[in-house]
């Protein structure tokens, strides 16, 4: 998604703090217990993954980079992505990127509110700045992603 240039010490650590303190995030269910994983692309993209659903998004990185977000482009429910292929895309005060799906599956929700707030995924990229919630076709495909601590080292190789 983006081509990082330099990017100071501190981004990248409260970016990485923010990754590895929720690297797990609860969610409750009657009568159970659940935890949803997450999963991040190399173009900082990431799948919060509960049961057959990924909610998906840019990550805190990536929006650090990108800037002040002054519009976001999401796809219809309904829609059908593979793995790779660009769902949306960004425009910032400094560029455009597209986003790509984490994984292969069917959209079951969009985030609305980013049509009129898109300067939400500024301050909550990784919480209520979500972008789709997709219906995964393909489980196995998570195996390929990064976990949040092998993200976080990505992102420290990638600002040097």
């Not at 002054?70 to 292929?85: I, K, M, Q, S, T």
Request: glycine content about 6%; overall charge negative.
């Amino acid at each position: 998604m983006l081509s990082v240039g330099v990017l100071s010490r501190s981004v990248i650590r409260q970016s990485a703090q923010k990754l590895l303190v929720p690297s797990r995030t609860h969610v409750a269910r009657v009568g159970s217990t659940r935890w949803a994983s997450s999963y991040f692309t190399p173009a900082h993209e990431y799948a919060k993954v509960d049961g057959k659903i990924a909610t998906c998004g840019i990550t805190d990185f990536a929006q650090a980079a990108l800037g002040d977000i002054v519009f976001v482009d999401l796809p219809n429910v309904g829609d059908e992505f593979a793995r790779g292929d660009s769902f949306g895309s960004v425009e910032s005060v400094k560029a455009a990127s597209d986003v790509y799906a984490a994984v292969s599956g069917k959209i079951v929700e969009v985030n609305n509110v980013l049509t009129d707030e898109p300067g939400l995924v500024n301050s909550e990229a990784e919480n209520a700045a979500w972008f789709v919630k997709m219906e995964m076709s393909d489980e196995s495909e998570l195996s390929d992603l990064m976990t949040p601590e092998a993200y976080m080292e990505h992102c420290d190789k990638e600002a040097h």
